[in-house]
């Protein structure tokens, strides 16, 4: 794969479960990620695919090349296991931004990815607090990635349902798995 020329984004979840190491690698819309141990299987706890034994505990190493003078390189401790809390951590923790992350997962019934989703919510400087307690209680009150998913919500359903229509959409851009 080349990068050269592109903002780069590698981030490396290192746990000591059976998966092992989690890579995803992006850049301009190219997204791939993969696996050290892909056949492990996960079981289910409550409904909700148990991704904590799987991940175990460790750390996350994020590395953004962003053209500076030097890539920014980043490690935050695996607080829970569950991807969603342990981004949500990092970003509050090592970028010192507040910030809510939710993943969402299918499966059909032979164990293959059906559809996956999410959603990252970052704090901007000047927020009126009004406006954080609001979103906060949404967030809290909010179904499951999965659960949307599932119902068949877009991304920008998705997005309406957590601002309650109170956005300003600045860019799409699709997403493709690619090397």
């Keep these: 794969c080349t990068y050269k020329n592109q903002d780069f984004l590698n981030i490396r979840v290192n ?26 299987y996960l079981s289910y706890n409550n409904g909700k695919l148990n991704v904590k034994d799987g991940v175990g505990s460790g750390y996350i190493e994020v590395i953004k090349d962003l053209h500076m003078r030097h890539p920014f390189s980043s490690t935050c401790e695996i607080v829970s296991g569950e991807i969603a809390e342990d981004f949500t951590y990092y970003f509050a923790k090592s970028e010192q931004i507040p910030s809510s992350v939710g993943l969402g997962v299918l499966f059909d019934t032979e164990s293959k990815v059906k559809a996956a989703g999410g959603f990252l919510i970052q704090i901007m400087p000047g927020c009126k607090d009004e406006y954080i307690t609001k979103l906060e209680n949404k967030l ?13 919500y877009s991304a920008t359903d998705i997005i309406n349902e957590i601002t309650d229509g109170d956005y300003q959409l600045l860019e799409t851009r699709e997403l493709d798995y690619r090397c």
Excluded: W
Excluded at 20 to 32: K, M, Q, S
Excluded at 140 to 149: D, N, Y
């Design 15 to 40: 746990g000591d479960g059976p998966i092992g190491r989690i890579t995803v690698e992006a850049t301009d819309g190219h997204v791939r990620g993969f696996v050290q141990n892909p056949g492990v």
């Design 140 to 152: 809290s009150t909010l179904k499951s990635c999965s659960q949307m998913i599932d119902e068949g």
